[in-house]
């Protein structure tokens, strides 16, 4: 599961079809699954998530009933479970947990978890301004805070150099984040930060983790990661170190 939620993230953002290291045998699993269903052609089983098979994982989603954030295209532990169902058992799950509140805003335990791992590196707790699942909460955001996994924290009072080393822990724990700036859009100094490979994301937080994978800044330009460089994991590739 943990291989093909990350290409799910990456995959489509890329300009070719390099497949996502380690991933394609278990991409090609699921692929062959939709296609037996009729959500997929044929053509398109090859190992890379792209778009097209991020739409047929939504379809079949939706197939079960699934709606708005459970059917993302991203693959859940109880969608996958049931696609694999007598083709292929399901391991490395990853489970975004239940929705709780830190600093009076809303995120998920793996997001309150890497957060206070982060604070933990830093030494020092990080106020959030603005946490997940809230849509339409701030125009400004463009849809990454509508689903799971997305923070966005202050950054009152600190030197370029705190900044720099928050992003630094959230980056290592598993977040993608930048810091933000108003030269750059309408918003004041922050830190945005997303949980990589949460299964919750907004379509719009998988396309900015996708691209901090691919060495972009998670703005609409597709800039240059302006942030500090740290070997990307995941939360539970963090956690396996």
Known sequence: MEAVVKAAQIDPRRSDKTLTPGAKASVLLVERALRDRRLLDAKWVDGYFGSTTVTAYAKFQKSLGYTRLAANGLPGKTSLTKLGAGRFRVT?????????????????????????????????????????????????????????????????????????AAVRALRRVGFAAWVRTPEQADWPWHIHAVAISDTDLSSQSQHQVGDYYLGLNGLAGRGPDDGPKVPIRTWEEYRRR
Not at 117 to 143: C, F, H, I, K, M
């Open 92 to 164: 490395r799950a990853i489970a975004p947990g239940a929705r709780v509140s830190i600093d009076g805003v809303t995120v998920n335990t793996r997001t309150r978890s890497m957060l206070a791992e982060a604070e933990r590196l830093l030494g020092r707790d990080l106020v959030v301004l603005q946490g997940s699942y809230n849509p339409g909460g701030d125009p400004t955001s463009a849809g990454t805070h509508d689903g799971g996994g997305a923070l966005d924290i202050s950054v009152e009072k600190m030197s370029s150099a705190a900044r720099s």
